[in-house]
């Protein structure tokens, strides 16, 4: 063997590296705190989202699919009173912000935005509107289909969205309960997909899925 010089010793020493931070165990700790801070409130973040979904569905249901801009300013009105009660350091500003949020987020969920101030000719409409939906309402669903599909054959397409918004509408009041429960089911799929690092499972989870659809198809 040979002989390794002091000075090839001291070379290799100098130029090794050097750590520039070396971490306590009460520091390596406090990250661990830290982290679990972090991921606790991912958690929370999620299920506000899925709070504030869940209510702006509510709200939804609550004004239908045509809210009269009375119907609204009235629902508002009573929302901003009972949420001041609930909440007491609330005021008039934080409680319409609070409004404003729950009204976006309805809208991104289901299109449905505030209807504009009518005036006294709208409001002759809307009256005339509201006497047509109730005798729909008040239709079997077989007199709904006969009418379908007679302005169809007629190329009444503006009748004919009337009839199909109010057998849409009795098709979600028919499968409220399920539409509700297919959604927390989800949402508990998503929290608990989120804990999975088995490549191998989440293989078999994915091929048990639905395809996604293409970016030409209608979702």
């Known amino acids: 063997m040979g002989k390794t010089k002091i000075n090839e010793v001291v070379v290799q020493l100098v130029e090794a590296p050097k750590a520039e931070f070396i971490m306590s165990l009460d520091q ?18 999620f299920e506000a989202d899925l709070g504030m979904e869940k209510a702006s569905m509510m709200l939804a249901e609550l004004f239908g699919t045509a809210p009269t801009y ?4 009235g629902t508002r009105s009573a929302w901003l009173r009972k949420y001041m009660a609930r909440k007491p350091n609330a ?4 409680a319409e912000r609070a409004w404003q949020r729950l009204a976006k987020r309805m809208e991104k969920e289901t299109g ?7 005036s006294a000719n709208a409001q002759r409409v809307a009256s005339k509107r509201e006497e047509e939906k109730k005798a729909l309402q008040g239709m079997v669903d077989s007199q709904l289909e006969q009418m379908l599909a007679a302005y169809k054959a007629e190329d009444e397409f503006a009748k004919a969205a009337k009839i199909k918004a109010e057998m849409k509408r009795r098709s979600d009041e028919a499968n409220k309960d399920m539409i509700e429960t297919a959604k927390e089911m989800r949402a508990d799929i998503v929290k608990r ?17 639905p395809e996604l659809p293409s970016e030409e198809a209608e979702i």
């Open 28 to 45: 390596a700790d406090k990250v661990d705190q830290i982290i679990d801070r972090v991921l606790q409130s991912e958690d929370h973040a």
């Open 70 to 73: 009375a119907c609204w300013e």
């Open 91 to 94: 005021n008039d500003e934080s």
């Open 112 to 118: 449905l935005t505030k209807p504009a101030k009518p």
């Open 193 to 209: 997909i989120k804990l999975v690092t088995d490549t191998r499972l989440l293989a078999k989870i994915l091929d048990s899925l």
